[in-house]
């Protein structure tokens, strides 16, 4: 056997060897499964829901207001200024409504008449100058909260009759406005200064929604000086009364120093006294 041979056996019996020893120790590898995920084989969570924080308020829906109540109409005027029921079964015939002009101006007159209206479970209506409400609104306010009608009187007590269309709707209007800004509402009753009005104060009235009205019975209260005499105030009305009466008076001391004597007076003649809101205001 030549060398050239002797060497080629022996790198094939090396190579053969080394085969075999790979086989004989076969490595397997195998995945982990408890192996945690890769950043890029996790699943994605959702964000935990929010919640509202304890200091934030709960809303709740808000309550409407109350309907304004509805007072089913007892009275209606007639063309003289008096007032009839509209139906006898529901109300009185023997009825009178009270009402003050040039209010509001002194406080101690007004509590007066209010605590003596307070006290006979009656109502009445103001009638009030607009520059006198510009210069006493709490006494206006006072009126009304104490549960008394306002009516319009003009802003500045001018004979209406006398004055040009554009001068009475200002006369008129700014009043509306004045008094609504203070209580909310417009005045539904109108009365001319000195009882001197005419169809041009009619029309405007009654654009501005209100029951136009003079009166019926008058206490002739503005005739008296101070002090007065309330012992007049009170035979003047009961010498005009009648079923109905509209009865004018003011804020006067007299006139308050009257109303106790007088209210009781009507009252044991069998009369009740009209609430304003009873009253008829558009035909």
């Not at 499964?33 to 969570?45: G, H, L, R």
């Not at 304004?68 to 063309?79: D, F, G, N």
């Not at 609104?137 to 009187?153: A, D, S, V, Y």
């Amino acid at each position: 056997m030549t060398k050239a041979n002797l060497s080629t056996i022996c790198v094939v019996l090396a190579v053969t060897a080394l085969l075999t020893s790979c086989s004989a120790n076969p490595k397997t590898i195998t995945a982990n499964s408890n192996a945690a995920p890769s950043a890029t084989s996790a699943a994605v969570q959702s964000p935990p829901a929010e919640q509202s924080s304890p200091d934030t308020p709960t809303k709740t829906p808000a309550t409407p207001s109350p309907a304004p109540e509805v007072i089913a109409p007892l009275y209606e005027m007639t063309s003289v200024y008096r007032f009839v029921p509209i139906d006898e079964t529901k109300a009185s015939k023997k009825a009178v409504l009270l009402t003050f002009d040039d209010a509001p101006h002194n406080k101690e007159v007004i509590n007066n008449l209010l605590d003596t209206l307070d006290k006979h479970h009656a109502k009445a209506i103001f009638f009030v100058n607009g520059y006198r409400v510009k210069q006493h609104p709490e006494l206006l306010k006072l009126i009304h909260e104490r549960g008394q009608t306002i009516g319009n009187h003009s802003w500045d007590h001018i004979d209406l009759k006398k004055e040009q269309p554009d001068m009475i709707e200002t006369q008129i209007a700014n009043v509306q406005t004045e008094v609504k800004s203070l209580i909310g509402e417009e005045p539904k009753f109108f009365r001319p200064p000195y009882g001197s009005g005419g169809d041009a104060v009619k029309e405007a009235a009654k654009n501005h929604g209100m029951l136009y009205m003079t009166w019926s019975n008058g206490s002739l209260d503005w005739e008296q000086k101070s002090p007065g005499d309330p012992d007049k105030v009170i035979s003047n009305v009961l010498e005009q009364l009648h079923p109905g009466a509209n009865i004018l008076m003011h804020e006067l001391t007299w006139t308050a120093a009257a109303l106790d004597n007088l209210l009781t007076k009507l009252e044991d003649k069998g009369y009740t006294f009209i609430d304003p809101k009873t009253i008829k205001v558009i035909p």
